[in-house]
Every structure is written in structure tokens, then in C-alpha cells.
């Protein structure tokens, strides 16, 4: 038993390193993406400047709207490598043939997906902590509230919460091959609803009500909760885990009937 | 292997079978036929990447597709591209070598499969950089990892030399309790097969 749960160990740890390898190959796509999630961040900077003095709303105990949105765009970054880049990490695979290849290999279905998730996971998590590191450093956001075993807690589990709906959206994509809409969709979707850049309050209140729904809501009280210490972080951090850990069983059986049916039809490799 | 009823169709044509065909350890048999006539499809039904659409596939005892079937199979498909292009061919090897043994053992068994087909050379490089006859090579390498009971290679020697295809045979030889399913077209290959299978074009 031992054995067996130590060979599908080391099976997820050779997919993140391929990741690795790969990501560590594109040098130039790898500093751009990183420097890209800085600029980001730069444009909430300047839009909180002209915002000056504050505005008329509660920010979740943000003390600037700065404060607010940086925790919104560094999970939305974590959001979107849960989603937009497995989803187009599993077309990718599809297209090539080694998808086939990695299904004719002693590994099941959910091991597939977690190990095809674990990279993006890993990278965006250790993403957004770089970024909120460089936002404290070069633009001013304060540290002084900060909880930081709530931030780690709140982080990881919004990943991994992140990486089940990826792994669902990849599902999608196994069966119906074109998802280039379908995931940039639901991160749009998800981070709006969720109030990454502006309170839910402003939001119409049946779309307040729905947001109730999305783990992207927790994520941020969660964040906001650990970084400015306004309110708790433990009870968003528990009802994002519920999330994620219902949202990977989910994930982890719509892959595995999603490759029972590309084996059924014949289409894993399909164009 | 044990094949039973095997028939594969996608839509309404039919492009394997009914199909019986039994392999025992340390047998060859060549599948022969001409393009289109279902070899590949049939592999992939034996693989567990396609399902048949009537009949079943067991490999050890074990339904094609399960894990414990996968285990015992070392497969070559006719996907020239089904590497990661960016990586080395070493690091290819290495992370599906992975996906059947630990680490330290994964490492040793990539060391003396490329030592054994001598492709040194060719692992070094970046698999985008390799030509088609080298990618097959680390094909061939990638299907022996993990000291598979059961072979299937498709096409093997389409794209190699003569010295190459000496080499896959050696390898094979060197095999003679493992059991190989071999799709091709040349006769020298049907040759070196216990017997062939002919699939015709439904």
C-alpha cells in the first residue's frame, strides 16, 4: 500500500517538474508573465491615487482601495492559472499526443488531473505571494494587520479551490475539444461576481445574493480578512475548504468520465 | 493478451474486427495490413485509450485501460509529436519513466535503456530539434521503460536506418519473455515475427 501510494507520489511530482521544465523553457514568456501581474497591479495603483480621498464604501477593511484591489487582481491571477492555463495545458497535451501517452501510463484519472493542475496551482500561489511582496515593497501596501498563517491558509485553500473548477473546465475541453472561450469566461465571471476590484455591495442585489454562491467571494474575504486584520479570516478560509474539497471531487470524476468518453468515441486525440 | 470479439467502429464504418488474437509471453506476432486497415486501432484498444465498441481486451488477466493492465504494457503509437517538444529527450524519458517506477529506479532504467539502444546522443537534444527517425528511437525507449510484459510498437521501423533497426531487434531479442504486438508493413520485420495477423480494410 505504502509502495503504491508512493509511486503515484513521485508519478504527480515528475508531472509538476515537467511543468516546471516546460514553463522554465519559454524564459522570455515566463519574466513577461511575472512582469505582466506587476503592471497589473501598477494600473489598480494609479486608479486608487485619482480615487483619493476615500471612497464612499466599505472595503472590507482595506484601508485604501489600493489595499482592496491588489488582493482581488493577485487571486484573480491565482484563478486564471487554475482555470485558463490547465485547460489550455490539457488542449495542448490533446494536440500533441502525449495526453494518449500519459493515459496508456499506470495512472488514473485523478492523478492525471492533479498532477496536470499542480504546476499552475503551485506557481500561482508562489505568484501571489511575490506580487504582494512587491506591492509592500514598491507601492505601499501595508503588512502591519497582516495575518500570515491566515494568508498562507486563505491562498492555498482559494488554489486549490481555483484548480478544481480548472479541472472541471478541462473536462469540458477533453469532450468538446474548443474551450478558449469557456475558461477566460469563467474567471471573468467568477472574479466580478466574487468583487475582486469593487466591493459586492455595489453589485444589484440578486448578483450580491449569487456571489453567495462563488468560492471567489470566500477567497477574498478570506485574503482581505488575513491582510488587514477588519475581520476573520477562518470562517471564509473553512467555507472556501467545503468549496475546494467538494469542487476536486467533482473536478477529479467529470475528468475521469470525461476520459472514459474520449476512450469511447476515440476522440483523445482528436483536432 | 487475450483479445475476444474485438470489434472498433467510429460511426458506422467498422474498422477492426471481430477479432480474436491471443498473445502469449515471449511471442511476436506481426500485425499486417495496408493503411486504414485498423492495426493502430487496434493497438489503442489494447493500450486502453480506445474502448472497442463490442468484445473485450484483458492483458494479464486485467480489462484493457485499467491500471494494472497499463502496468504491463509498454506502447510505441504512431503520434511523432507525443513528447514534450521544449524538453530534453533524457527529461521525456525520465518523467514517464516516472509515472511507472520511483525516482532512483526511474533514473537507472532510463540510463541503461539509452545505453542499450545507444542514443545517447539523441536524449541530449531537444526533442524539437530531432528528426523524425530520432523521435522514433526515443519512442521505442520510452515503450521499454518500466520492463513492460507486453510491446506494442506501431510502426517502428517506418523512419529508421538500417543500423537503428538492428538495434530495436537486438533490444528485442534480448526480450525473449516479453510478448510483442508489431504493426508494420515490411517484410523484413514480418520476418523476425513468430506470425502475422492480417487486417484487412473493412
Redesign the interface.
Known sequence: MTSEL??RA??L???I??DW??AR??RTSLVTDLVFGFLNLLIYYFVARALRPRIGVNLDGAPSYFAFATAGVVLALVLQAGTVVLARRVREEQL???L?????????PPELALGLAGFPFLFAVGRAFLYLLLAGVFLGLSFAHTSWVGLVVALCSAGVGFAAIGISIAAIILVFKRGDVLAPAVVVALTLLGGAVFPTQVLPGWLDALSYATPTRYAFEAVRGAQFGAHSWIVPSLILIGFAVVGLAVGLYLFTLAL?YT??H?T??QY | MSACDVMRAFGKRRVVGPLNLDAHRGERIALVGPNGSGKSTFLRCVAGTLTPSTGSVHVGGHPAGTRQARRLIGVSLSQERSFYLRLSGYANLLVFAQLREPIGRARADVAEIVEELGIAPIAAQRVDRCSTGMVQQLALARALLGAPALLMLDEPTRSLDTAAIDRLWAAIDRRPEVAVLFATHRDHDIARCDRAVDFEPS
Not at chain 1, 100 to 108: F, K, R
Open positions: 508512493s509511486l513521485h508519478a511530482r515528475a508531472l517538474r515537467r521544465l516546460v523553457s519559454y500533441t499526443g502525449t494518449e501517452m500519459l493515459v496508456a501510463q499506470p495512472i488514473d472514459r476512450a469511447r476515440g483523445l486525440n
